[in-house]
């Protein structure tokens, strides 16, 4: 079945940039969206198709994309931006959804 | 303003079936796809499938000879129901809306979600 991998756990200390990464081999096909999750709390959408940012977000979350990688970047991080972070795709036919195995975002 | 809302026991036996439900408030479930994802406790997210308020319907490979997922527009309500659970089936169940974009499709709106235990 299809993966997707994510680094279990990345760290950074207040106003650096945190760099999340989600590998598979369907990314140049499909989009990635990614989800905020805070504990005891329903994940959110903080970036869909790649690089676009729900309405809400802050600028400061932002999202790329090259070959079987994409990457969720957060610029000047804050406490409040620890949280568990998950990618989203789809196989390559589109059809059925996947989850990277989520990203523990730690604010030194 | 949508809201997702899912209920439904929170103890189910093993062998037995798992059964919930996810009402849309503020919004009405037509012209929307409809998703159930599930997390184990400290574990990630596992998409379960999705259903179309006409009723056609999407299942994860893995779980598809265990689940229905069915809706009743009448009540702007859908429905999970999986079959044969075990312990491995513990998780916090979520429902979620979901998006299409061309050929593309994500998950906008979350509910809070309902932890489900099996257990005898």
């Known amino acids: 079945s299809y993966e997707l991998t994510q680094p279990p756990s990345v760290s950074v200390s207040p106003g650096q940039t945190a760099r999340i990464t989600c590998s598979g081999d369907a990314l140049p096909k499909q989009y990635a969206y990614w989800y905020q999750q805070k504990p005891g709390q329903a994940p959110v959408l903080v970036i869909y198709k790649d690089s676009e940012r729900p309405s809400g977000i802050p600028e400061r979350f932002s999202g790329s994309s090259s070959g079987t990688t994409v990457t969720l970047t957060i610029s000047g991080v804050q406490a409040e931006d620890e949280a568990d972070y998950y990618c989203q795709s789809a196989d390559s036919s589109g059809t059925y959804a996947v989850f990277g195995g989520g990203t523990q975002l730690t604010v030194l | ?120």
Request: proline share 4%; with cysteine; aromatic share 16%.
């Open chain 2, 1 to 120: 303003q949508v809201q997702l809302q899912e209920s439904g026991p929170g103890l189910v036996k093993p062998s037995e079936t798992l059964s919930l439900t996810c009402t849309v408030s503020g919004g009405s479930i037509s012209s929307y796809y409809w998703s159930w994802i599930r997390q184990p406790p400290g574990k990630g997210l596992e998409w379960i499938g999705y259903i179309y308020y006409s009723g056609s319907t999407n299942y994860n490979p893995s779980l598809k000879s265990r689940v229905t997922i069915s809706v009743d527009t009448s009540k702007n309500q859908f429905s999970l129901k999986l079959s044969s659970v075990t312990a491995a089936d513990t998780a916090v169940y979520y429902c979620a809306r979901v998006r299409w974009e061309l050929r593309y499709w994500y998950f906008d709106l979350w509910g809070r979600g309902t932890l489900v235990t099996v257990s005898s």
